[in-house]
C-alpha cells in the first residue's frame, strides 16, 4: 500500500465545510469543494509520494500493478473513486453506454471527452437528496395536471398516453423565449404544496430552467447514510444535496440537459437517455461478513469495472483478498492498511493504493474505510 495525494476539484456547486471537516482542517474552505478525486484519471489524477501521478505510475509499470485487470481493461484503472459533498443541486444529466462513448469519442464529439462509459454508485454518508431516474408516465402526467397550467396540457396528454420521450423531448426543447415564463407558472401554481417543493427548490438556483419542469417526472429520494443509488447508462439524474462516497468506471463523460451554467446538449441527451421508470432506485447494503466488532458490507450492482467494499473496524484486525488493484479511503477513525508491499496509517478524508499483485490486505484499527476494486 501506498499513500495518495488526491486532488479536490473546485465546482460551484461544492460546499465550503464538508471535506474540510473530514479532513479536520480547522477552518472552511475558501471556496467551494466539491468532490475528492481518489484514483487515475489523467484530468486529475492522485499522486504518489515519489510525485508521480498515479496514471504515470500503472502507464510505466501495468502487469505488476493492474494483474488481470491489465487484460480485461487495458492499461489503465478501470474505476474512479470520489467524495462528492453538494452544496448546491449538480446539473440534470446521464452517462452513455460504451459503444456509444467509443463511437462518438473517436468520431470528435465535442461533448465526449473520453472513449468509456460511466455508470455510477453513490453511498450516502450524510443524509443525502436526489433526483434519479424516470417515475411511470402516469405518475409524470397526474403530477404535472396537479399544477394546472394551461402551457403544460399538451405535455400532460402525450404523457398519458405513455409516450415519455416524446413528453421530455417537448420540455427539454421548449422555446427559449418562453423557458423563464413557464418555469414561473409552474413555481406558482406548486404554492407550498409538498409534492412541488423540488421545483421551488431548484427554481431558486435556475428561474428560468425548464429543467425544473423535468425534475418533476423524475424519483425523488432521500438516502440515509450508507444507503446507495445505482446510476447505469442513460438514466436521468441529478444530485442536489449531501455528502457521499461515489464509485464509477474512470471517465468524466457527462451529457447535460438543463439545472447548470455549464453547456447543454440535449440531442445528444436525448439520444442516450433510457426512457424506462426506475422502480426502486435506492440500494441497501448487504453484510457479507462480520465478526467481533467488525463488518464488511458492499452494495452489488452489475458492473465489471468496479466493487465497492465498507470495511467497519472496532480494533480487530481483518484480513481481505482484493480483487486487482485496490484503493482505500478512510471515512472515520484511523486505520492501518498493510499489504506485503507495504503499510499505511489512514485518517479520515485520505487514501492510499495497492498493487494487484500485492496479496492480501490487511486492516486493523477503529474506522471505516471505503475499499474499492475491480468486480470478480
Known amino acids: 500500500m501506498r499513500p ?41 489524477p492522485a499522486r504518489l509520494p515519489d510525485g508521480r501521478g498515479l496514471d504515470e ?61 460511466k455508470p455510477e454508485l453513490l453511498v450516502a454518508v450524510t443524509e443525502f437528496d436526489a433526483l434519479c431516474g424516470f417515475q ?24 398519458a398516453a405513455g409516450e415519455l420521450r416524446s413528453a421530455v423531448e417537448q420540455v427539454l426543447t421548449w422555446p427559449e423565449p418562453d423557458r423563464a415564463g413557464l418555469v ?16 421551488r427548490r431548484l427554481a ?67 439520444r442516450v437517455l433510457v426512457f424506462e421508470p426506475l422502480p426502486d432506485p435506492v440500494l441497501r447494503p448487504v453484510r457479507l461478513a462480520e465478526g467481533e466488532g467488525w463488518s464488511v458490507d458492499t452494495w452489488p450492482v452489475p458492473i465489471e469495472d468496479f466493487a465497492l467494499r465498507r470495511v467497519t473496524l472496532a480494533g480487530e484486525a481483518v484480513r481481505l483478498d482484493p480483487v486487482g488493484p485496490r484503493t482505500l479511503l478512510c471515512l472515520r477513525g484511523e486505520v492501518v492498511a498493510a499489504d506485503r508491499e507495504g503499510s499505511v496509517d489512514l485518517k479520515p478524508g485520505y487514501a492510499a493504493f495497492g498493487n494487484a499483485g500485492a496479496g492480501q490486505l490487511e486492516l486493523a484499527g477503529a474506522g471505516e474505510v471505503f475499499l474499492a476494486e475491480v468486480s470478480q
Not at 486532488?7 to 464538508?18: E, F, K, L, N, V
Not at 408516465?137 to 403544460?152: D, I, T, Y
Not at 401554481?189 to 412541488?196: L, N, S
Open 136 to 159: 411511470p408516465a402516469s405518475v409524470g402526467a397526474s403530477r404535472l395536471a396537479g399544477l394546472q397550467v394551461a402551457k403544460l396540457d399538451q405535455v400532460v396528454r402525450t404523457l
Open 204 to 270: 431558486a438556483y435556475y428561474p428560468g430552467d425548464v429543467g425544473v419542469v423535468v425534475a418533476l417526472l423524475l424519483n425523488f429520494v432521500t438516502l440515509q447514510p450508507g444507503e446507495g443509488i445505482w446510476m447505469p447508462a442513460g438514466n436521468l439524474h441529478a444530485y442536489l444535496r449531501g455528502t457521499g462516497v461515489e464509485i464509477m468506471a474512470a471517465s468524466d463523460n457527462v451529457l447535460r440537459g438543463g439545472l447548470t451554467p455549464k453547456p447543454v446538449d440535449v440531442p445528444e441527451l436525448l
Open 4 to 44: 495518495l495525494a488526491s486532488p479536490i476539484q473546485p465546482y460551484a456547486w461544492g460546499s465550503r465545510t464538508a471535506l474540510a471537516e473530514l479532513q479536520g482542517r480547522s477552518a472552511p474552505s475558501a471556496g467551494p469543494e466539491a468532490e475528492l478525486w481518489v484514483g487515475a484519471h489523467p484530468s486529475a
Open 57 to 117: 505510475a500503472i502507464a510505466a509499470d501495468p502487469r505488476p500493478t493492474l494483474g488481470p485487470a491489465l487484460d480485461r481493461f487495458g492499461p489503465r484503472l478501470p474505476y474512479l473513486l470520489k467524495v462528492l459533498a453538494a452544496e448546491q443541486p449538480l446539473s440534470l444529466q446521464a452517462h452513455p453506454d460504451l459503444p456509444t462513448a467509443q463511437a462518438a469519442f473517436a468520431a470528435g464529439h465535442p461533448s465526449y471527452v473520453d472513449a468509456n462509459h
Open 184 to 199: 414561473a407558472d409552474v413555481v406558482a401554481a406548486a404554492g407550498e404544496h409538498p409534492e412541488y417543493a423540488v421545483a
